[in-house]
Structure formats: structure tokens, C-alpha cells
């Protein structure tokens, strides 16, 4: 396994401000334009956007508001050097997005499972502006999105489940049927690449891929929100990526069955990962909640991806084998 080299020392961009204690309307509208462009606090005045072209024109036109405003403002870019690390800062963003993620997830969900009441057509209709509203919501937070938040994969695959219901019952399209179960050899000596800073669901993905699939396998750790494959590369747990979430399904429970997986003992393994990784509590596994605790400290321990996928293997090893003895 090998991670690619590190990416350049991140810049910031930091909006200090101090705004007017009236008009109250004032200071909300400033606040909907930080959370608009995707800021993030740092310090109670103090919000952040990496640094670019665009992230610096959008913290100008908010200065030039705020002081029109009466208020004061100052934009400087910042290399953080203690107090706060730039994985530190790059999580408070993510957390920022997953929360935006999650929220059109729990309407998507609420979509599906609601049941059809009116005619078929103006249940169409009505099922059809949800979508679009839902699809245009998805495509706001995506472009301020910096940092690739794990949540845009289920966000994306409910909206996508949601438009192949909406096809099959119009008869606008025919029913994508689910790609049939590939033998696991045919997955052996690919290059399985996923996005860095490693979860539940790669950290699963990648036990399996190297347990029961390739025990050769290389897996690859690459930045940015997109990748494109070079031949003989498998992407998994990543946004248009070969093996990822499907509905409402993760990644690793995907992965289970295009390699043909049947193991009773993997499958109750995949329904902690679901809930640990989607926050839905499908299936409500009373093992769930310490798994998610030791998942979580082996990321909080170990920074580099190789580590946590080693650190992990090992928790999915003992919760394998448990399964297999409880069955027995």
C-alpha cells in the first residue's frame, strides 16, 4: 500500500470581522453569506476558506458588505502553524458538509418511503420537482465542498435511487438491473484507489479487498474529490467510482456483492459498517456502537492511511471471527 506524495503546504484565508450590534438583520445576512460560500469559524470573528482565486473574491465582496455595513473587515492569508493543524481545519469543513449531506440524505430517505397517494401522474410530478430540488441543493454544497466529505457518497446514491423509481414508474427508462456478481479472482491484480483520510467504510473495503479478494492487492491514497483511473485501477468508496455507495447501500456492502461474497458471518459485518458509515441505524446491531468507538480511536491514533487500514484489519479480523463462532 502506498500513499502518493503530500500535497503542498495548504494556505488559508482568514475573514476577521467585527459587525454592528444593530441592525440584527445585519448580522444574519452576513452570517447566510459565510455559510453561502462554505466559511468555516475558527475563532468566534474569524473564518476560514482555503486559499484560492475564487475563495478570495468571495471573502472580498463580503468585506466590501460588512464595512458598507458599518462593520470591520480584513482578509489575510495564513499558514497555521500551532493551535490548530491543517488536518484539524480541513475536518472542521467536512463536518460542515457532512451536516449539509446529511440533512438532504434524511429527505431523500423520507421521499422514498413516502406512499403514493394521488395519481400516478401528479405523484410523478410532485416526485419530479423533490428531485430537482434535492439534485440543485446537492450540486450547492458540492461546489463548496473543499475537501471531499465522505457524506456527498450516500447523498448522491439516494437521489440517484430516487430518479431510477421515478424512471421505472413513468416508463421513461428501463430499470438499471444490478451488475451481476463478479468472481472474486477477477478482481486480483487490480490497483484499488480510494480517497485519503480513511474511515469505516474504506478501512472495511480495504480489509476485505486484501482478506478475501487479492491478498496482494495494492491500494493507492489520492487527494481531491476526483480521480480518473489509469488502467488496471479500481476505485472504491469515491465519488463516481467503481466500487461505491448504490442507494442505500456503502461501499463495503457493494463490494461484497460484485465480488460474490456470500458469507453470512460478512454480511453481519457489513451491516455494522452501514450503520456506522450512513448514521441510518438500518439494522441497529448491538456490536455497532464499539466498533464505531475503536474505529474512531484508531483514526484518532493514526494519521497515515496505512496505519489505520493495518490498525483496522485487525478489528475486522476479531469481528469476523466472532460472527463465524457465533454461527457455529
Not at 186 to 204: E, K, L, P, S, Y
Not at 232 to 246: A, K, V
Amino acid at each position: 500500500m502506498s500513499n502518493d506524495a503530500p500535497s503542498a503546504e495548504q494556505r488559508w484565508l482568514l475573514l476577521i470581522h467585527q459587525l454592528p450590534s444593530k441592525p440584527a438583520y445585519f448580522r444574519v445576512k452576513v452570517w447566510r453569506r459565510l455559510q453561502g460560500i462554505g466559511a468555516v469559524a475558527v475563532k468566534s470573528t474569524v473564518y476560514a476558506l482555503p486559499a484560492n482565486a475564487e475563495t478570495q473574491e468571495d471573502f472580498e465582496w463580503l468585506l466590501k458588505e460588512i464595512i458598507e455595513g458599518g462593520g470591520e473587515a480584513m482578509v489575510c492569508e495564513a499558514r497555521l502553524i500551532d493551535g490548530l493543524s491543517d488536518a484539524q481545519a480541513r475536518a472542521l469543513f467536512d463536518a460542515a458538509r457532512d451536516e449539509d449531506y446529511e440533512e438532504i440524505s434524511k429527505e431523500a430517505r423520507a421521499l422514498s418511503a413516502r406512499p403514493v397517494q394521488d395519481s400516478q401522474a401528479d405523484a410523478a410530478a410532485e416526485l419530479r420537482t423533490q428531485i430537482n430540488r434535492l439534485r440543485k441543493r446537492l450540486a450547492d454544497i458540492a461546489a463548496i465542498d473543499f475537501f471531499a466529505a465522505t457524506g456527498r457518497l450516500t447523498a448522491e446514491s439516494l437521489i440517484a435511487e430516487l430518479e431510477r423509481r421515478l424512471a421505472k414508474d413513468n416508463d421513461m427508462a428501463e430499470t438499471p438491473k444490478e451488475a451481476p456478481p463478479q468472481a472474486a479472482p477477477d478482481f486480483r491484480g487490480r490497483v484499488w484507489v480510494t480517497r485519503q483520510g480513511v474511515f469505516v467504510d474504506r478501512i472495511a473495503c480495504s480489509w476485505l479487498i486484501r482478506r478475501f479478494i487479492d491478498p496482494n492487492a495494492i491500494i493507492r491514497f489520492v487527494p481531491g474529490k476526483s480521480y480518473e483511473p489509469k488502467p488496471g485501477e479500481l476505485r472504491f468508496d469515491m465519488f463516481e467510482g467503481e466500487i461505491t455507495h448504490e442507494g442505500d447501500r456503502c461501499s463495503f456492502e457493494v463490494l461484497l456483492v460484485r465480488a460474490g461474497l456470500a458469507d453470512p458471518a460478512l454480511q453481519a459485518v457489513a451491516e455494522i459498517v452501514h450503520d456506522i458509515d450512513l448514521k441510518d441505524g438500518k439494522f441497529g446491531r448491538e456490536e455497532t456502537t464499539g466498533i464505531a468507538s475503536l474505529i474512531s480511536g484508531v483514526c484518532a491514533a493514526n494519521p497515515q492511511d496505512e496505519e489505520r487500514i493495518a490498525q483496522g484489519a485487525a478489528v475486522f479480523d476479531n469481528l469476523y471471527q466472532y460472527f463465524k463462532s457465533k454461527r457455529a
